[in-house]
């Protein structure tokens, strides 16, 4: 009986390799050399002569140089990472309610769809990048009321005041990049039987504890989700400052840069699956 448990459990787990296959293969033949080869790049110093690339060993060199001995990462870092910190709810919270909104039956709802997700199609790095060199992105009225002496003020933390500027400079552009989100919330959303709902308003349930009791639970899963795509495509983000870094130095410096870079983006992943894990559990524990 266990036996058969097993081979069931073991069936489904395995339906969703044909979906994942097309990206496996091509991680395998495209990315998985480049990036064996970027780690064995990032303990040597490596040279471009005629006769090809020259690597000499250099171990933890670049390491230590980069987290010891040198203090460019953590002076584009810290600031990147307020910013995230301060971006990510921003977009999840603005998808989440495009997603509801859109989720209303109402004439020309399809178009309201498309118009929302376009932005994301369009919004490849040198279409962002270009909005921003002209200014745009941002609210017109931060000079004008001299915003940053008013948060200056209020917060103190000139880290903190430096962070929410950014993001209100690119206000819009940020705004942007939640269409993946909003699709994904607007699935989560058509997941929920009408019937849950209806039965709740016939017990007399106001829209607030409706939300609360049935819809917020039913979406923890698609904001799980939403947030860890959220944190990817953030440290990805075109004016992502470490991006930029990466690119400067040698060719086994930018490597130790990048693999470090790396651990850092998994950390933060790992803290957020921390604490999502322990906000689920303390929901059930609620229940």
Do not use: C
Not at 18 to 36: K, N, T
Not at 167 to 191: D, H, P
């Amino acid at each position: 009986m266990n036996w058969t448990r097993l081979r069931a459990a073991a069936a489904r787990n395995l339906e969703g390799l044909p979906f994942i296959a097309p990206w496996l293969l091509g991680f395998l033949l495209f990315l998985a050399f480049p990036l064996a080869y970027s780690f064995y790049m990032s303990f040597h110093q490596v040279r471009i002569l005629p006769t090809g690339p020259a690597a000499s060993w250099r171990g933890l060199g670049y390491y230590n140089e980069i987290l010891f001995s040198s203090s460019s990462l953590y002076n584009e870092l810290i600031p990147f990472m307020l910013e995230a910190l301060i971006m990510i709810p921003v977009i999840l919270v603005f998808a989440f309610l495009a997603a509801t909104l859109l989720n209303f039956r109402f004439r020309g709802r399809a178009l309201f769809r498309a118009v929302f997700f376009v932005p994301v199609i369009f919004s490849s790095g040198y279409v962002v990048a270009e909005f921003v060199n002209q200014g745009q992105g941002g609210f017109g009225f931060l000079e004008r009321y001299d915003v940053a002496a008013l948060l200056s003020a209020y917060f103190g933390d000139r880290a903190v005041t430096a962070a929410l500027l950014a993001v209100l400079e690119r206000f819009v552009l940020v705004l942007w990049y939640s269409g993946v989100q909003m699709i994904i919330f607007l699935a989560g959303r058509q997941t929920i039987p009408r019937s849950v709902y209806e039965s709740a308003r016939i017990d007399g349930a106001s829209p607030w504890q409706v939300f609360w009791k049935i819809t917020l639970p039913a979406m923890l899963p698609f904001i799980f989700l939403n947030l860890v795509y959220t944190t990817v495509d953030l440290f990805t983000f075109p004016f992502n400052p470490i991006i930029q870094l990466i690119g400067t130095g040698n060719y086994g410096y930018n490597s130790a840069l990048a693999w470090i870079y790396f651990a850092i983006i998994l950390a933060f992943l790992a803290l957020v699956f921390l604490l999502f894990h322990r906000v689920l559990r303390s929901g059930y524990r609620a229940r």
